[in-house]
DNA sequence: CAGTGGTCTAGACCACGCG
DNA sequence: GCGTGGTCTAGACCACTGG
């Protein structure tokens, strides 16, 4: 192989499969196995070290776990490459933002050179989880306005998010259509009197569910974000809460942060 | 054993080790499992599921890497049960905080109930990392004071931090001491001249390194949040960036976004 | 077709935790 | 000592990719 990795350390007590995964990931870190690139076969590791193949293969998971290689069924295992990031920026849901009549995802995506696209989008109305409810401040027995929908860029999907909208709210105006027109469900709400004021997000990361990883198209190795925001309207009351999960591959999430 | 499992499904494409994994985690998302219990021995489940050791091994490591289970050498394999986690408000560097003579980390712990601690304090002058000097608008040659930290709560390490001060402003103050005295670095900062106005923080979340995993105890399939924070002085100067990587299951971050 | 990874078996020996 | 998980071997057959 035109790759060198060296010989396994005798004397060491560190177990072989960690030390062919220590030799593969120094090798991808220092670049001389580049993204995209072919990681040597099980069959060469195998003859390289001579160990049997389940040693090779153990060595393999441990960096598809790291989330620095996919393998790919018949082709290889490769080092995986980063997709291009989406900046969340904390102005990007300004009013001056919704003004300009597109959705937040819309208008960044297009302006970072991607094609936008929501897919899977599903509206109802139930009760609300447990969760929602106390974000909302809702007795029991109020009901909410469910949309559901998936986010893509460039056909790919990054994000799924699920509003909740108080039905009192919502019920008979087009925050209850598939199209919600103008600016989105935020333009809609200012314009039947809940001028927004604030929204509170919540972030978390874990690995994801096998529906998420499916949804989302995950590779192994990669953790998603959680966030779940609240949008206050000016007096204090919650008029949505939407719950995101998100691939931490296609995110930063930044932030400002007051000092005084 | 007491937890009743299914069995496999004999004509679905599914392969029995996913089948098996999928039993297990819905075990665990029902409750027959819960937090802390014992997942039946590897034994017990090649005799359940009449199959070879791998295959159960398999199986167990696909729970492994989705952070729903924890093995112990010797005593078995255990749902794991999550930490308290402890809440990062989008206000806890402001100033009235800072003003009450403690570091965030200590009152924010200590209010949770929990024993704060800090170690592996390290403290050095040298050239920043590129990325860093960015953030803090340095030119070529200009160097900064690294401070290196470890935070605890119970003894546990939840976080590693490093803070980038330009040589030029910490050179000679409290700030390049071991013990920083009350409010931390921020307060000193402020007492030279350096009142500050605002945070940019940056979120990103990824599987950890070998040495983020040692260094903050992560069980396999704990990801990390990689948090970037720049530190900016009235008049728009950065005095200071703070890389931290913190355990995703220690921490919810919780920020606070404007409407208007 | 050859080469690749995916699944699975049936063993072996070791290291750790606990009684 | 016994039961547990950790590591490793040496095979087998399958499914997918590509020339």
Redesign the pocket.
Known sequence: MALTLPGLDPVT????????ADHLRDAIERGSLQPGE?????????GH?????????????IL?AEGLTV???????FVRSRPPVRRLASDRFARRHREQGKAAFIVETEGAGGKPGVDSIQISEADPPAEIAACLGLREGERVLIRSRRYLINDHPVETAVSYIPAAIARGTRIAEPDTGPGGIYARLEEIGHRLDHFDEEVKARMPTREEAKALRLAPGTPVFRLVRTAYAEGGTAVEVCDTVMSTDAYVLSYQLPAR
Chains 1, 2 share one sequence.
Do not use: C, W
């Open positions: 007590d560190r177990p072989v499969f960690k030390q062919i072919k990681v040597p076969s099980e069959a060469k590791l195998m070290y001579s160990v049997a193949r389940m040693t090779i293969r153990n060595a393999l998971q598809q393998a790919e069924h018949g082709r290889g295992v």
